[in-house]
């Protein structure tokens, strides 16, 4: 406990940059699937001219259809686990057509207005 702390107390072995070595941007992480993903969501702004609340409505809408598709598909079996797959499917199809429907309400439809009046 004592040489942590003692380590803590002492200036850095080679200078400033030793610190700073936290802070290097890791070119094969960027490259990674992770790194791509997480620099999409990140730097999204820089995309001015992609609707996100009408993708994010696409997405939802999406989800509900294939979600409707595989819950029906698993409940033709009519097996204990199928059932419940279904009812599951169900509850996550009523969840994403609310997230739509709150989308629609607070992100599109503003907006129609406002083009309108412009």
Do not use: H
């Not at 942590?4 to 290097?24: K, T």
């Not at 490259?31 to 730097?43: A, C, M």
């Not at 989800?63 to 819950?71: C, E, K, M, N, R």
Request: proline letters at 3%; aromatic letters at 12%; one cysteine or more.
């Amino acid at each position: 406990m004592l040489g942590a702390l003692d380590r803590r107390d002492r200036p850095p072995e080679e200078g400033a940059a030793a610190g700073l070595q936290g802070f290097a941007v890791d070119k094969t992480f960027l490259s990674s699937l992770k790194g791509i993903l997480l620099e999409t969501e990140l730097y999204y702004q820089r995309f001015d001219r992609l609707n996100w609340p009408c993708l994010d409505f696409l997405r939802c809408i999406s989800a509900i259809i294939i979600f409707l598709v595989v819950s029906f598909a698993a409940v033709t079996s009519r097996d204990g686990a199928a059932i419940a797959a279904f009812v599951f499917g169900i509850i996550l199809v009523s969840v994403f057509a609310y997230d739509a429907f709150k989308i629609y309400r607070t992100e599109i439809v503003p907006r129609a207005t406002q083009g309108d009046q412009q």
